[in-house]
């Protein structure tokens, strides 16, 4: 098997799922896995519905097709509003969709009719992190038109926080969520879920501040890493040895902590900041910004700095390393979300399911 390669550790995986599905049916919340992060990987999303998910949640209809091609029955959510190039392909593929269009919505109800059936929609409403949805002060209305759109059945309204703007969920913008849901539902057009929360609303289950409207979650980060970017903490409750990453060293050497020459810009148009701290034993590993995010790789041994990465160079600072190093050492190290999105995206680095 080759480097650079990330391993996956079923046991870890297996215990987020089980305290997060449990957590959240207690609180009689639907939740849906979210498995984007890994491309859709059919092993990872049987996992997540043998160990308590409801749903399985998806960006990409690829890779919910995938799924589906592999035997996952799902059922999948469909997390990025669609393109209306693909509509032919949710209708067929995805059970319940993100929508924040009406024109998209109206798209969806023909083809949906075309093949006899009512595609699930859930109505997205934007309280402030400015990614996707209906500005709130308009959502009322607009849920209302999507609600009387043929073809679709509206399963729920939702709100994603923390991802785009980093605006972080709390009493505040649920409450408002749940009041819009109480005004629609006055109307008399009623809806399952709504659907409140990523990783960074966990915390508002876990401190039983929840308005009871919202039973609805799509967690990602959470079940995955057992950590929160946006509160930028790890759950003591969840594991977060989910993942390992291992690159092999190609370099060995002592070299000056500081570039020798006039500084310019580097391979990605930045231009780095070196501290001089005299001559340190650098090593180079085979794994690059093509394949990693630098800056979120976390070493698993002490003693050990990530410097600074071009393409396919990550340059470390071993020096503070106590072990023996040669070249062809494996490091190996945590991922941070983005790290860790970047390395299973990337087709060099190769995914070990044990599973
Ligand atoms: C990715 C995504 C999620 C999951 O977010 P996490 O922070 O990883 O839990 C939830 N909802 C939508 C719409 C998403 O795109």
Redesign the pocket.
């Known amino acids: 098997m080759g480097y650079p390669r990330i391993k996956s550790n079923k046991e870890a995986i297996i215990h987020n799922v089980k305290q997060i599905s449990k957590m959240c049916h207690d609180k009689g919340i639907e939740l849906t896995g979210?498995v984007?992060v890994a491309r859709g990987e059919p092993a990872l999303a049987k996992l997540y519905l043998e160990n308590g998910v409801d749903i399985i949640?998806d960006?990409r209809i690829a890779n919910i097709r995938k799924m589906k091609n592999a035997g996952i029955n799902g059922p999948f959510m469909l997390?990025?509003i669609p393109m209306p190039s693909e509509i032919e392909d949710l209708v067929r593929y995805v059970d319940i969709t993100?929508v924040s269009e009406l024109k998209t919505v109206e798209t969806i109800g023909k083809a949906a009719l075309n093949k006899g059936k009512r595609q699930k929609i859930i109505y997205m409403i934007d309280l402030g992190d400015l990614r996707e949805g209906v500005w709130f002060e308009n959502a009322f209305d607009e849920v209302l038109k999507a609600s009387q759109i043929r073809g679709v059945e509206l399963y729920g309204i939702g709100t994603?926080l923390?991802?785009y703007g980093g605006v972080v969920p709390d009493i505040d913008n649920m409450s408002l969520l749940s009041e819009i849901a109480k005004k629609i539902r006055n109307k008399g057009i009623d809806f399952k879920i709504v659907s409140g929360g990523?990783?960074?609303a966990v915390y508002l289950i876990e401190n039983d501040l929840l308005p009871r409207e919202i039973n609805g979650y799509?967690?990602?980060?959470?079940i995955i890493l057992g950590t929160d970017t946006t509160n930028n903490r790890a759950f003591p409750f969840l594991r977060q040895d989910t993942f390992t990453l291992e690159a092999e060293i190609i370099e060995l050497k002592t070299k000056p902590s500081v570039p020798h020459g006039k500084i310019g810009r580097d391979a990605m148009g930045r231009v780095p900041i070196f501290e001089d701290l005299g001559n340190r034993l650098k090593a180079i590993v085979a794994m690059g910004e093509q394949d990693i995010q630098p800056d979120g790789m976390i070493p698993l041994e002490k003693g050990i700095k990530v410097l600074h990465a071009s393409s396919d160079h990550t340059v470390l600072d071993v020096t503070e390393f106590d072990g023996k190093l040669d070249i062809g050492s494996i490091l190996k190290f945590r991922l941070t979300?983005g790290a860790l999105l970047r390395a299973m995206t990337s087709e060099y680095v190769e995914k070990i399911w044990d599973f």
């Open positions: 979210v984007k949640g960006s997390l990025r993100l994603n923390g991802c990523n990783t960074a799509r967690l990602g980060e959470s979300y």
